[in-house]
């Protein structure tokens, strides 16, 4: 936990977007459909508007801040509150001041825009609380605990994302996947998530694993999804530590798209007992060549197989073949 | 040394890390090898439309000219010239400049020559070879050879004033440390840091290197936004400067280019965070190390 020299707020700073409203080329404006943002999820999903023309998203908001406390205590004047849009990939970052609704309220409001040249992929909405403390202007007392998230491509507002799955064709495809051309599937790390690329050459897959066909084909084809999803795992995760940002005394840094989620999800299982920095800075060290790498490879496997839900797919598949097994025989 | 792609198709296109992987051998990394042009444009893929600003030779012609211009002076110098004139050249929003594949591109496909000749470290005493580092081919924005020049360019410009950057840029510390600091994504804190350069407050590597990361951390309890507020981007100017591409003139060569007619930064404000990173500077100073986290 970080201690601050300054009295800061205990209570909860929460934010809710209320409304989204879109602005397109010769001032066309869109309403977003409520369905379009999540205040369970709390993401927005701009991907949801009708047009897709659209240039800027503004942002109805309300925050809810401990103003009892504040009053309570008196530790703070000049009390503000801020809500900040941004965006690592664009290195965005767009700042608002909500108002009071009423003097001394709970509830603040104020409305946020967000241009869509300056942001990709997915931007966090905070707020924070600042105000003056000991003479000091500017010192920020409270932010949100948990951020919203702003996608301006999903057209569903949901926090955790599908893989993509795509199918191509190897042989006719983009150059580098010929080589692939035997391969059933590749997984696909290099772009901002990673993809899994079917081979529509290959006979029968595709059907297998959309399970279009008999029993049988479809016992196969859970198999092969789960170790689809294995491989998946695995590539993301050697993906993710291959690329670590390293601070000047060594150590690692958390990414902070996918690759970074990956690692804390997968840490726990590969050097369990620890906290998710310590193991990151372990297999990091592993992996740079002091201590031993190959060591640790059936732990990265069992991670991706646990997560895969490979034994389970495999023990469903038993199970299957034995029942039919029986009425075949019957 | 890498020479000059043979083959330069017409427009820009992206290449990924995966396709990219092929190409950066130890051969080009040392500088020896050069990358197989014709190959590479057969798995690169063209960006569509026939906007000018994605006309490749726009962009080779401003290597052609820097290196030339700067052939026997340090590499390192080339840096405040290249970066307002390849932003200008480019033209390009921050959502297309996120684009990685992009800047991959222009380092093998567009310019591996300048690459090798920017970055190639001196050969060693034991004789082994030097070597560009592979993230100045494929590599984040504060790293890869153009990304790092755009991103400087686009970060520490006052709207269409150039001549910020051209300061960042004379310094490496300054270019490398701020550059991968999120502060900096607060335009007045930019330009705040670039003025105490520009008045000799800040002068050595050490210095900077000093100063960014005491901004840095004392952001963690302090919102410059609110102590130094910036006017809100107006989205406009920039597309405009865009759209005014398909009838720019080649980037001057001399002078400096003209961005995008945005609001410049607030003058109050960017001298309130001068005076302020003054004082956390003399502070640090006076510690003979960075401040703790807490102030």
């Known amino acids: 936990m970080r201690v601050y020299p300054y009295p800061r707020l205990t209570g909860a700073v929460t934010v809710r977007v209320t409304a989204v409203r879109l602005r397109g080329p010769g001032d066309t404006r869109e309403q977003l459909d409520s369905r379009g943002y999540s205040v369970i999820e709390q993401v927005v999903a701009l991907g949801r508007a009708e047009r897709d023309d659209w240039q800027t998203a503004r942002l109805a908001l309300t925050a809810t801040i401990p103003a009892r406390e504040i009053e309570t205590k008196g530790h703070w004047s000049d009390v503000m509150a801020v809500a900040v849009l941004a965006e690592g990939a664009t290195n965005t970052r767009t700042v608002a001041r909500l108002e009071p609704d009423a003097a001394g309220g709970r509830d603040w409001t104020g409305e946020i825009e967000l241009d869509r040249d300056n942001y990709v992929d997915r931007a966090s909405l905070a707020v924070h609380v600042v105000a003056t403390v000991g003479g000091i202007a500017g010192r920020i007392i409270a932010s949100t605990d948990q951020e919203w998230l702003i996608d301006v491509t999903a057209d569903a507002p949901l926090r955790d994302r599908q893989l993509e799955v795509s199918t191509v064709s190897f042989a006719r495809g983009a150059e580098w996947l010929r080589s692939f051309r035997d391969a059933p599937w590749i997984v696909d790390t290099a772009g901002r998530m990673p993809t899994v690329r079917l081979n529509s050459d290959f006979e029968g897959l595709v059907a297998l694993v959309e399970s279009q066909g008999s029993k049988v084909e479809s016992v196969v084809g859970e198999m092969v999804l789960a170790q689809m999803c294995a491989d998946v795992w695995t590539a993301v995760f050697h993906t993710a530590i291959g690329d670590l940002e390293i601070e000047d005394d060594g150590t690692p840094l958390f990414p902070s798209d996918w690759r970074g989620a990956v690692l804390r999800e997968m840490l726990p299982d590969i050097v369990p007992g620890r906290s998710v920095e310590d193991a990151l800075r372990e297999v990091h060290i592993r992996r740079a060549g002091q201590g031993s790498w190959a060591d640790l490879q059936p732990r990265i496997q069992y991670a991706a197989a646990r997560r895969a839900e490979v034994p389970k797919a495999l023990a469903a598949a038993v199970r299957d073949i034995e029942r039919l097994d029986q009425e075949t025989h019957a | ?295």
Request: glycine share 6%; proline share 7%; hydrophobic share 40%.
């Open chain 2, 1 to 295: 040394m890498t020479s000059r792609p043979e083959h330069l198709p017409e427009r820009l296109a992206l290449l990924s890390d995966v396709q990219a992987a092929e190409y950066i051998s130890t051969g080009l990394l040392e500088g020896r090898d050069d990358v197989p042009s014709i190959a590479l444009n057969k798995v690169a893929e063209p960006l569509p439309g026939d906007d000018a600003r994605l006309q490749l030779h726009r962009v080779r012609d401003l290597i052609d000219h820097v290196l030339d211009r700067f052939r026997d002076e340090r590499p390192t110098a080339a840096d405040a010239w290249l970066a307002p004139r390849l932003h200008e050249t480019l033209r390009l929003t921050r959502r297309e400049a996120a684009e990685k594949r992009l800047w991959t591109y222009l380092a093998l496909g567009v310019a591996p020559d300048y690459v090798v000749w920017r970055h190639l470290s001196e050969p060693r005493a034991d004789g082994s070879h030097g070597r560009v580092a592979r993230d100045r081919f494929v590599g984040p924005h504060y790293k890869q050879t153009f990304a790092r020049l755009w991103w400087a360019a686009e970060l520490f410009r006052d709207g269409p004033d150039y001549r910020p950057v051209v300061v960042a840029c004379a310094n490496q510390d300054m270019l490398n440390s701020a550059l991968r600091l999120d502060v900096i994504d607060h335009r007045p804190t930019a330009l705040a840091l670039v003025r105490l350069m520009e008045r000799g407050v800040v002068r050595t590597g050490r210095e900077v290197n000093g100063l960014t990361p005491a901004v840095n951390a004392a952001a963690a309890t302090l919102m410059y936004d609110v102590l130094a507020p910036d006017v809100e981007r107006d989205g406009q100017a920039l597309r405009d400067w865009i759209e005014g591409a398909e009838s720019s003139l080649p980037t001057p060569r001399n002078n400096l280019p003209e961005g995008p007619e945005e609001e410049r930064a607030p003058e109050e404000a960017v001298e309130r965070l001068v005076g302020h990173f003054e004082e956390l500077f003399a502070d640090a100073q006076v510690r003979g190390r960075t401040p703790v986290e807490s102030e």
